[in-house]
Nanobody
Framework: QVQLVESGGGLVQPGGSLRLSCTAS????????MSWYRQAPEKERELVAS????????YYADSVKGRFAISRDNAKNTVYLQMNSLKPEDTAVYYC???????????WGRGTQVTVSS
């Protein structure tokens, strides 16, 4: 059974940091590119960052470039999203996905809430 389980969300003040984790099981994690998406209230889900299966190349949305960093540990079947200099507009539910900008394997986590507020 395929599972993607996100963790690490929470409430943080503007300018703060959070590190999200997504642990995968039930599929061959290391052969898939992985991505983080987010969805804010009343907005469409948007791609935040992607990483190739070997971790050698990454993609970031313009809105998070220079503040967020995606990484992965294939030995642990885990992908991470380090989020720094957080802004209120980063508030959203963050989802882990097996895929990238052009491919979606159909594997999604249930999401973790990130709230940036003073």
């Amino acid at each position: 059974q395929v599972q993607l389980v996100e963790s690490g969300g929470g409430l943080v003040q503007p300018g703060g940091s959070l590190r999200l984790s997504c642990t995968a099981s039930g599929f061959m994690f290391r052969i898939y590119p992985m991505s983080w998406y987010r969805q804010a209230p009343e907005k469409e889900r948007e791609l935040v960052a992607s990483i190739t299966r070997g971790g050698d190349s990454t993609y970031y949305a313009d809105s998070v470039k220079g503040r967020f960093a995606i990484s992965r540990d294939n030995a642990k079947n885990t992908v991470y999203l380090q989020m720094n200099s957080l802004k209120p507009e980063d508030t959203a539910v963050y989802y882990c996905n097996a895929g990238d900008r052009t491919y979606d394997a159909g594997y999604w986590g249930r999401g973790t809430q990130v709230t940036v507020s003073s």
